[in-house]
C-alpha cells in the first residue's frame, strides 16, 4: 500500500502537511487514523522524512488492531459451530467460504457447506465444484428456495452427521436494499431454531482493491446483522488494505481471515503484525 507513498515522498525536498494528508486519506486508512499519524508526525517537532511516515503509520496501526484472535473451535456439547458468511456480489464470498471450509478441515474439523446463495445458480455450482474439489459436503437447494430453508436443512444435516463445522454461504447483496438486509435476520432466526446460540460467527467478506466503499458496507451489514470479523480478500498485489484499519476504528470489526489468491491454501487466519510489514 505505501510502496508508491514511500517513493513520492522520497522524492520530495520538504514534505508538505496538506499533501501527506490527502496521500494517506487516499491510501483508505480513515481519516480518524490518518489525524492521529498525522498529530504524532507533527509532534516530533523537526523536518519528517518518508521513513517517519512509514514507521509512525506502522507503529500507530500495530497499537490500534488487537493482537490476533484465536482461530474458532467446536463447540462443547457436539452441535456444530455455525459460521454465516455475508458480503456485497463480487467480494470473492462463495470462494472464501469454501477455503475456510478447506482451512477448517486441514486442522482435522469436520466441515459441512450450505449454499444459501440460492438467487445465483452459477454460485451454487460453483460452491459445488469446490466441495468436491476439497472434498467437503455441500447441501444444497431447489432453484430460488429459500436461503433459511437452504440453512435450516445444512444444519440438521450438519447435526445428525456430527460435523464440527456448518458454513453458510449467503448471497451477494447491495447493502443500501432493506429487504435484502432483512433476510438475514431471518436466516439467522431460522438457524437458532435448532441451536439458539447460532450463528456462532458471521463473517463479512470485503475486497480490499473497494477502498473506503467496503467500511459503508460493513456499517449497513452491522446494523442488518451483527458482525463478529471480516475475511479480507484480493490482498495479492492489490496494494491495499488500509480499509482495515478504518473499519475497526470506526466499528470495532477486525480480519480473522485473509485470503490472497485464488488457490485454496491462500487463505489464513489474520494476523497482525504480518499484516502491518506487508501493507507498509
Not at 77 to 83: A, D, M, R, S, T
Not at 85 to 96: E, I, R
Not at 210 to 221: D, I, V
Amino acid at each position: 500500500m505505501f510502496s508508491s507513498l514511500f517513493k513520492k515522498l522520497s522524492n520530495r525536498a520538504e514534505i508538505d502537511w496538506d499533501d501527506l494528508e490527502a496521500d494517506l486519506i487516499a491510501a483508505d486508512l480513515g481519516i480518524k487514523t490518518v489525524m492521529a499519524v498525522v498529530g504524532e508526525l507533527r509532534a516530533l517537532g523537526r523536518v519528517i522524512t518518508a521513513r517517519d511516515v512509514v514507521d509512525t503509520t506502522r507503529a500507530y496501526i500495530a497499537s490500534r488492531l488487537p493482537a490476533d484472535r484465536p482461530p474458532p473451535l467446536p463447540l462443547p456439547g457436539g452441535k456444530p459451530q455455525v459460521i454465516l458468511v455475508v458480503g456485497v456480489n463480487g467480494t470473492g464470498k462463495t470462494t472464501s467460504s469454501a477455503k475456510l471450509g478447506h482451512w477448517l478441515a486441514g486442522r482435522g474439523f469436520s466441515t459441512t457447506l450450505a449454499a444459501a446463495d440460492t438467487f445465483r445458480a452459477a454460485a451454487v455450482e460453483q460452491l459445488q465444484r469446490w466441495g468436491d474439489r476439497l472434498s467437503l459436503p455441500v447441501v444444497t437447494g431447489k432453484p430460488n428456495a429459500d436461503p433459511s430453508s437452504v440453512c435450516y436443512s445444512a444444519h440438521a444435516r450438519a447435526i445428525a452427521e456430527g460435523s464440527k463445522f456448518l458454513i453458510c454461504d449467503t448471497a451477494g447483496r447491495i447493502h443500501t436494499r432493506h429487504n435484502l438486509m432483512e433476510e438475514l435476520g431471518k436466516i439467522r432466526r431460522t438457524l437458532a431454531k435448532q441451536d439458539e446460540s447460532a450463528p456462532h460467527l458471521t463473517l463479512l467478506v470485503v475486497d480490499a482493491t473497494t477502498g473506503s466503499n467496503a467500511l459503508q458496507q460493513a456499517k449497513e451489514f452491522h446494523k442488518a446483522c451483527p458482525l463478529d470479523g471480516l475475511i479480507v480478500t484480493k490482498l495479492d498485489g492489490s496494494g491495499k488494505g488500509g480499509v482495515v484499519v478504518a473499519i475497526h476504528e470506526e466499528l470495532g470489526i477486525t480480519p480473522r481471515f485473509i485470503g490472497t489468491g485464488e488457490e485454496p491454501d491462500a487463505f489464513d487466519m489474520f494476523q497482525r503484525d504480518r499484516f502491518v510489514r506487508e501493507i507498509l
